[in-house]
């Protein structure tokens, strides 16, 4: 069986410009997939493509099987989908702009736990549309999007806006959506909330997929930075250590994964006193696939 | 979970998957237009009724409707705006002859408003992506929309038809008129349907729109008084040339439905071929570095590409009213029009009276450039720019002034351009441009106060609240109104003194009326007053 997304050298092009360049993006079900990149490069309109709201210029996009362009309306009863910047109708209250989001996937609100969720994300649904701050409508997308039972969430930088309470609140719905075996696909460029909740992750930048895997694989292909006291001296050729410095015995450098053993040889032969090892963060991820 | 190949055969074996989703988006419409719809069905149904009661208690005798007639027919300018009357013994189509044209243009912008704010409007906004993510098919946005323009044109159609029938109308000839409003509506709903697909912007949308109903205007206008061929191309020429009240053309009903479903479908299939957001028309890219520094050059910027295409209008349709104008003498050319021709002056002054009258006419038509000013700086402050602004410069009194400036100083601009696109029309056909100059944007300046007062009624509007901007327009459409129905209502003196348009004296034929032109900047120079008083006080937004 094909995963839930199957993203294959994806290129979308505006005019001259091409948004997305021979992208490729898998996310197998029961996963929550972290989508990283900076701004422009490509998350939203890799979403758009998708959702089947945007025409491909090449390369293969299938979601639950099916092409979304052929098939949007089959795609969309099995997910739900929150835009990263909202935007609902003025006249209309927050209680019937999710009701409507509901009533048009064939819901009956009532039969949702939507009230619940209204309570947990604090919203007030009688106030009309037009006056609702950005995470108040951001608040409206997320309530529609769990009061459904769905196979696949699909969610843009879905807590820009939200304080951190209401954040904390997010992350208690998707973890329960995760528990009942939903997909979800969450695009985002805050690193920690990724770090935090995703299996795995792929980092696009210019339209192409730098990075992809469990952080745990990722963190295998890079360096970890070492800091150590020694009383002694350490050798100039130590193979796979970079920028390598010795102040007063104070060390710090970064090693590859095959270097360590090597390194950690030497230190103790240098008559090592204390040693801390910290896997790059995400961050460092990040910068990195933007540096090469 | 199904297979791929299961899941593919069960989304097509759904009915109308690209369809998807259009009867609820129809019920969210309908909940959503619950009174702009019938409102604007409402308003225009009441125009008929009034017409159509009004005149037939107006004129007793069958002598006085002819000469009613016949002063209309023998008014080029009145048939620029109105069209002719074919059959000057016919009270029903006196009483709907302003219905026929100059209304057909207001039934047309019901189609396009109901359409374009269902379909472009809620793609530019973001809605129509958190919506396209349920199970809503590609063309159910369109159709939803089509759709409910559909309905709203056959209730207005029908509505017309019994308002005529009960004021004593004849029964075809009512059936007639009123399904060629229902066309009209499909017509404008057809338009800014494909309007919708060409354009990115909600604005370039109805821009677009609204020059094609424009052009159709003009070409309308150019057959009603000269080659009537020309009529046939429009599809506002088609209301007089279904002869509704005579030996009615039925078949003219169909070129309003053919019309409609070429536009329909042309939508449709642009429609595939676009993505969500998108418009057919790319955005051209924009300078690296800005100049503006101030809060005017801000408003004059974000102003500067409409004003310019109404600089455009208003020379070419001066210039083309002005070359009509010495070639009125045809329209006198029977020995009753000879003897009218005679009693109004002689043809010299007929032709200052034509010029006169469409300068009245325009002067109103170009009132709209102030509201429309107005109604995108209202915008400005619904969609949050306006505080990003007031933060920068810190003064409201600049955001209101820069407001007021391009709004005004843009009438007078449109009223000196106007004026000398009719000198350079008429010029060129009896020569002397230059005297031409000299009367005719002297004549065109005098009816800028009026519209001032237009203006500031809409900054009146907008500075009480950003949010119904829809007030200014209301004014403009009732203060047109009052001028052209107050009279047949028989409306007391001063209500139709409300319309600024009425303290204007027919310049050229009339010396200028210092004192009512005083009074004119008074009143508005009050009315800003007042708005500004209300906008330094109000919250913002």
């Not at chain 2, 159509?52 to 005798?61: I, Q, V």
């Not at chain 2, 026929?100 to 530019?124: D, K, N, Q, S």
Request: charged content about 15%.
């Amino acid at each position: 069986m094909s995963n839930p997304i199957e993203v294959h050298g994806l290129v979308k092009t505006f005019g001259r410009a091409r948004a997305l360049d021979g992208l490729d993006l898998e996310v197998a079900a029961g996963e929550v997939h972290g989508f990283l990149g900076p701004n422009g490069a490509g998350k939203s309109t890799t979403i758009r493509a998708l959702l089947g709201l945007m025409r491909t210029d090449g390369g293969t996009v299938s979601v639950h099987g099916l092409d979304p362009w052929a098939d949007a309306v089959a795609i969309h009863r099995r997910l739900a989908y929150v835009p990263g910047d909202v935007a609902i109708w003025p006249n209309l209250s927050g209680g019937e702009a999710i009701d409507t989001l509901l009533r048009m996937r064939g819901l009956d609100p009532k039969a949702t736990d939507r009230d619940a969720l209204l309570e947990r994300f604090d919203l007030d649904p009688t106030k009309k549309g037009r006056t609702y701050s950005k995470g108040n409508r951001q608040k409206v997308a997320l309530v529609a999007a769990f009061a459904t039972q769905v196979e696949l969430l699909v969610l843009d930088e879905p807590t820009s806006g939200l304080d951190p309470l209401m954040e904390r609140v997010f992350n208690e719905c998707l973890a329960e959506h995760k528990a009942q075996g939903t997909t979800v696909l969450l695009s985002s460029h805050i690193l920690s909330e990724v770090e935090r909740l995703a299996d795995r992750v792929t980092i696009i930048r210019q339209g192409r997929t730098v990075e992809n895997g469990t952080l745990a694989e990722l963190r295998h292909l890079r360096r970890n930075h070492v800091r150590a006291q020694i009383t002694g001296a350490l050798p100039a050729d130590l193979t796979g250590v970079h920028d390598l410095q010795v102040t007063d015995g104070a060390v710090t450098c970064a090693v590859d994964p095959d270097g360590l053993p090597g390194l950690l040889r030497a230190l103790d032969a240098a008559g090592v006193e204390s040693l801390t090892c910290t896997p790059p963060s995400l961050e460092e991820l990040f910068l990195d696939a933007y540096r090469n | 979970m199904p297979t791929a190949t299961e899941a593919r055969a069960e989304a097509r074996t759904e009915a109308g998957t690209d369809a998807a989703g259009t009867t609820g988006l129809l019920r969210l419409n309908l909940r959503r237009d619950r009174i702009l719809l019938p409102v604007w069905i409402w308003l225009l149904t009441a125009m008929v009724a009034a017409s159509a009661f009004a005149t037939t208690g107006l004129y007793t005798d069958a002598a006085e409707r002819v000469a009613a007639s016949r002063v209309i027919n023998t008014s080029p300018a009145l048939v620029a705006l109105y069209g002719p009357i074919l059959n000057e013994h016919s009270a029903a189509e006196l009483a709907m002859s302003k219905m026929t044209v100059m209304y057909a243009l207001f039934v047309m912008g019901l189609g396009l408003v109901v359409v374009r704010r269902h379909t472009r409007v809620e793609e530019e906004s973001g809605r129509a992506e958190l919506m396209g993510a349920t199970l809503v098919g590609r063309s159910a946005p369109l159709r939803a929309a089509l759709l409910e323009a559909a309905a709203a044109a056959v209730v207005l159609g029908v509505l017309c038809m019994v308002v005529d029938v009960a004021a004593g109308l004849e029964v075809a000839g009512s059936v007639a008129f009123g399904l060629s409003w229902t066309g009209a509506a499909l017509v404008g709903a057809g338009t800014g349907a494909v309007c919708a697909q060409l354009a990115a912007s909600a604005r370039t949308c109805g821009g677009l729109a609204l020059a094609t109903f424009a052009v159709w205007d003009v070409i309308r206008a150019a057959g009603d008084i000269g080659p009537d061929a020309l009529g046939w191309l429009s599809p506002l020429g088609w209301g007089t040339r279904l002869d509704a009240w005579g030996d009615t053309r039925w078949w003219v009903l169909g070129l309003y439905a053919a019309l409609a479903a070429v536009l329909v479908v042309a939508a449709h299939v642009l429609r595939g071929r676009r993505d969500l957001g998108n418009g057919l028309l790319a955005e051209g890219a924009g300078p690296a570095d800005g100049q503006i520094g101030s809060t005017l050059a801000l408003v004059w910027r974000l102003n500067r590409l409409s004003t310019a295409w109404w600089l455009v209008a208003s020379l070419v349709s001066g210039a083309l009213f002005g070359s009509v104008a010495p070639h009125i003498g045809s329209l006198f050319d029977s020995p009753a029009g000879k003897a009218a021709l005679e009693a109004l002056g002689g043809k010299g002054r007929v032709e200052d009276a034509m010029l006169a009258a469409l300068l009245a006419v325009m002067a109103a038509i170009l009132s709209a450039y102030a509201v429309q000013v107005t109604v995108s700086g209202a915008r400005e402050e619904t969609d949050g720019r306006t505080p990003e602004v007031l933060a920068a410069t810190g003064s409201r009194a600049q955001v209101f002034g820069a407001q007021v400036l391009v709004a005004g100083a843009g009438l007078a601009a449109l009223a000196v351009a106007y004026g000398a696109g009719s000198a350079i029309g008429y010029g060129s056909q009896v020569g002397g441009v230059g005297d031409a100059l000299g009367r005719l944007v002297p004549a065109a300046l005098a009816h800028v106060p009026a519209m001032w007062v237009v203006a500031a009624v809409a900054v009146l509007a907008w500075a009480w609240s950003p949010h119904q901007p829809w007030i200014g327009w209301a004014a403009l459409v009732a203060f047109v109104t009052l001028g052209e129905v107050g009279p047949l209502l028989e409306l007391p003196d001063w209500v139709i003194g409300l319309s600024p348009f009425q303290h204007v004296v027919a310049v050229p034929v009339q010396p200028v009326d210092v004192s009512s032109e005083v009074g004119l900047v008074v009143a508005a120079t009050l009315l800003l007053a007042v708005a500004f008083g209300r906008y330094r006080a109000r919250d913002i937004g």
